[in-house]
């Protein structure tokens, strides 16, 4: 456990929706805080509820009840345009798809957040140069988005997403659409800004990558089903024999509800978070 300031602070959160006479509860009764400097990843089988879950943290969506507070602040209790400027303020959402625009530059991509909050032309320029180093895209910055690698793509989605130095970083499976060399890079990417101080919070159905994070919470049919912290984010013989357990989780598939038992048996029998 760790003394940083809790940023997140979800407690028996749920989510149901309504489709054509059909009620789906999407989450049931979710408690999570995420802290200052954390890394959480959230895994489990397709229709878990983790992209509902992200989603409504970063204030995409809204629970049909339930308490959550981001920064103190009861994010609930607040109106759409108050809820948009929090967003926009504390909230870097990296998707699967990218979601670059095709016909602007990379630098103008990752210009578009600090414009929609009337930053100057000069800071403008002097942060996203910034951003863009951090994500080693300096060279690219006036390509456009069909003329980089997806891996590239993503890089420049991450430097969207930091360039307004948002409280909190979302991810939603931001590898999905990788090839293994670029999803590495990606995830060595994220996992460097989160030794540098960004906190973040990442959807992954993909076990390789769960060493990258310091905590993983596994989603099951709406519910919290494990909350784990990582060993050391090492070599550590201890802390490969966990990796090497955690990929023997098969795939995902869609409606593979079977899926429960496997994944219950593989979480490491690792130390309890006990948020
Ligand atoms: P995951 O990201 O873990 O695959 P989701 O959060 O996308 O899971 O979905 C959780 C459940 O909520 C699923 O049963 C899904 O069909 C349902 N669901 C998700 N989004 C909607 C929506 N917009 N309308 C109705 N049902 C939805
Ligand atoms: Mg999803």
Excluded: W
Excluded at 32 to 54: A, C, E, F, N, R
Excluded at 138 to 156: I, K
Aim: charged share 20%; hydrophobic share 35%.
């Amino acid at each position: 456990m760790t003394n940083s300031k809790v940023l997140i602070n979800i407690t028996n959160l749920s989510k149901i929706y309504h489709t054509g006479g059909t009620q789906t509860k999407a989450l049931k009764g979710i408690d999570l805080t995420i802290s200052q400097g954390d890394y959480v990843t959230i895994q489990g089988p397709s229709g878990g509820g983790k992209s509902t879950l992200l989603s409504i943290i970063g204030l995409l969506d809204k629970a049909t009840s339930g308490e959550y507070q981001i920064s103190d602040v009861a994010v609930t209790k607040l109106s759409e345009s108050q809820m948009a400027k929090v967003r926009n303020r504390e909230i870097g959402f990296i998707f699967q798809d990218f979601n670059l625009i095709g016909d602007m530059t990379v630098s103008q991509n990752v210009e578009l957040p600090l414009i929609y909050r009337g930053i100057d032309k000069a800071t403008r320029k002097e942060k996203v140069a910034q951003v863009l180093n951090r994500v080693n895209m300096t060279e690219r910055a006036h390509h456009l988005p069909n003329e980089l690698s997806g891996g590239q793509q993503q890089r420049v989605a991450v430097a969207r997403a930091l360039v307004g130095s948002p409280t909190l970083l979302l991810a939603d499976e931001p590898t999905g659409n990788l090839d293994s060399v670029n999803g590495d890079s990606v995830m060595q990417l994220l996992s460097d800004l989160n030794e540098q101080g960004v906190t973040i919070c990442m959807v992954t159905h993909d076990s390789r990558y769960a060493h990258f994070a310091k905590r993983t919470v596994n989603l099951f049919d709406g519910m919290v089903i494990s909350n784990t912290v990582n060993i050391k984010q090492d070599k550590a013989g201890q802390h490969k024999a966990e990796q090497n357990k955690a990929e023997q989780i098969k795939p995902e598939q869609d409606n593979d509800k079977g899926n429960q038992q496997d994944v219950a048996e593989l979480i490491p029998s690792k130390i309890q978070a006990g948020v």
